[in-house]
């Protein structure tokens, strides 16, 4: 009896931890300007990508919390936006809501063959606060470099995407 009293204890406890908001993990979502419009409450980041080299294949949105262990971790995204990449004037813009007011950094990658592959050699990447990346960080910048404050409502951003 005292068993199932732990084992409903956890599970309860499991699906609270599941329903909360700042601890989503690994949501595929769509890119809904609506979010990011002049009446949304947020939080969200409106995200200006800028420098695109082709306007084929595909781009990729993923925010993650501001936090050594999760920055670029595998799995450790909050939210992803995948799409064809279509540029207007080598430009591209994006909503990407967040859990809740803090600090997050923004990673981009354009895919331009679309074979769902990094090939550095063609494809280009960028992220939040647009830090130099070089081969000796593989370009994977410290979060120190990337994190910035998201307020209550819709905080604006550009990333200059970069190719070798």
């Given at each position: 009896?005292?068993?199932?009293?732990?084992?409903?204890?956890?599970?309860?406890?499991?699906?609270?931890?599941?329903?909360?908001?700042?601890?989503?993990?690994?949501?595929?979502?769509?890119?809904?300007?609506?979010?990011?419009?002049?009446?949304?409450?947020?939080?969200?980041?409106?995200?200006?990508?800028?420098?695109?080299?082709?306007?084929?294949?595909?781009?990729?949105?993923?925010?993650?919390?501001?936090t050594?262990?999760?920055?670029?971790?595998?799995?450790?995204?909050?939210?992803?936006?995948?799409?064809?990449?279509?540029?207007?004037?080598?430009?591209?813009?994006?909503?990407?809501?967040?859990?809740e007011?803090?600090?997050?950094?923004?990673?981009?990658?354009?895919?331009?063959?679309?074979?769902?592959?990094?090939?550095?050699?063609?494809?280009?990447?960028?992220f939040?606060?647009?830090?130099?990346?070089?081969?000796?960080?593989?370009?994977?910048?410290?979060?120190?470099?990337?994190?910035?404050?998201?307020?209550?409502?819709?905080?604006?951003?550009?990333?200059?995407?970069?190719?070798?």
């Amino acid at each position: 009896m005292v068993m199932l009293k732990v084992v409903a204890g956890l599970m309860s406890m499991g699906a609270l931890f599941a329903a909360s908001p700042a601890l989503a993990q690994h949501r595929e979502i769509g890119n809904d300007m609506d979010l990011c419009a002049a009446s949304a409450k947020g939080p969200a980041v409106l995200v200006d990508v800028r420098g695109f080299a082709a306007s084929t294949g595909s781009v990729r949105l993923q925010s993650y919390p501001a936090t050594r262990g999760a920055w670029l971790a595998k799995g450790a995204w909050l939210n992803r936006i995948e799409t064809a990449a279509r540029p207007s004037n080598g430009a591209m813009r994006f909503c990407m809501p967040v859990p809740e007011p803090g600090k997050y950094g923004i990673a981009v990658r354009h895919d331009r063959d679309g074979n769902g592959k990094t090939d550095i050699s063609r494809d280009g990447g960028g992220f939040s606060n647009n830090p130099g990346i070089s081969i000796f960080n593989l370009g994977k910048p410290s979060v120190d470099k990337v994190a910035f404050h998201v307020g209550p409502g819709v905080t604006r951003i550009t990333i200059n995407l970069k190719y070798m």
